[in-house]
């Protein structure tokens, strides 16, 4: 079964709102999240670290102020997209390491955003 | 970070073997080599992981080279539900903020054809 959950699957917003993502492990504690986005026909692009306790470290090109991301948990992290635009429209996926970065990670099933 | 380079696709038929490539020619002493595979509209899901000797699991086997410039998953049988993008990813091992951290590139569409 799924061990890590994203809440919504999808969402559909208006451009100028704010939309919360969240990411959740299921059966373990995780200290560490990533949140990557995809573009259709596109690999995956990883947009920041979710640090629990401490500040996220952002991607280069990643702007931080617009995707704000909180590890309020050892279950739990958020991607809030601020000023939702059009361009924002993506699937976003998180993941989280079990037993450290060396083996497996697992993935969110990722939240399809549409921005109008 | 050491990169990987993959066929852009490839094809297959159903219960048939399938061997993906993957070449690394940078590849670090420390960093491990993993496979994931996506399928459309979901997200990735862990496939197998290696350093330097060959692994076998329940969902495929990895075979890498000998002086660890290249791999190779092979999937034994391809079923239809096997029909996804395979991403071939160097672990970014460097400790730190760097731990877990996954670099995904293009991958390989496989298609199966029954």
């Known amino acids: 079964g799924a061990v890590v959950s994203q809440h919504p699957s999808r969402v559909i917003c208006k451009s100028g709102t704010s939309v919360k993502i969240e990411c959740r492990s299921l059966?373990?504690?995780?200290?560490?999240m990533f949140w990557y986005r995809q573009f259709p026909k596109k690999s995956l692009m990883l947009m920041a670290t979710?640090?629990?306790?401490?500040?996220?470290?952002?991607e280069q090109g990643v702007e931080k102020d617009k995707f704000l991301i909180n590890h309020a948990s050892l279950t739990l992290s958020t991607l809030t997209v601020t000023s939702a635009h059009p361009e924002d429209s993506s699937f976003y996926i998180c993941?989280?390491?079990?037993?450290?970065?060396?083996?497996?990670?697992?993935f969110g099933p990722g939240t399809r955003l549409t921005v109008t | 970070d050491a990169k990987t380079t993959q066929p852009n696709s490839m094809e297959s038929n159903e219960e048939e073997p399938v061997h993906l490539p993957c070449n690394h020619s940078?590849?670090?002493?420390?960093?491990?080599i993993h496979w994931y595979r996506q399928l459309p509209s979901q997200g990735p899901e862990y496939v197998i992981h290696?350093?330097?000797s060959n692994v076998n699991n329940r969902m495929a086997s990895l075979a890498i080279a000998e002086d660890r410039k290249s791999s190779t998953l092979i999937l034994h049988r391809a079923t239809l539900r096997d029909a996804a993008v395979y991403y071939c990813?160097?672990?970014?091992?460097?400790?730190?903020?760097?731990?877990?951290?996954?670099?995904f590139g293009q991958g390989t569409i496989l298609t199966v054809h029954p």
């Open positions: 059966d373990f504690q995780a200290t560490t």
């Open positions: 993941s989280a390491p079990r037993t450290g970065g060396r083996y497996e990670q697992y």
């Open positions: 940078t590849i670090s002493g420390t960093d491990y």
């Open positions: 290696g350093l330097t």
């Open positions: 979710s640090n629990e306790g401490s500040k996220a470290t952002y």
């Open positions: 990813i160097l672990s970014v091992w460097a400790g730190g903020t760097s731990y877990g951290k996954l670099t």
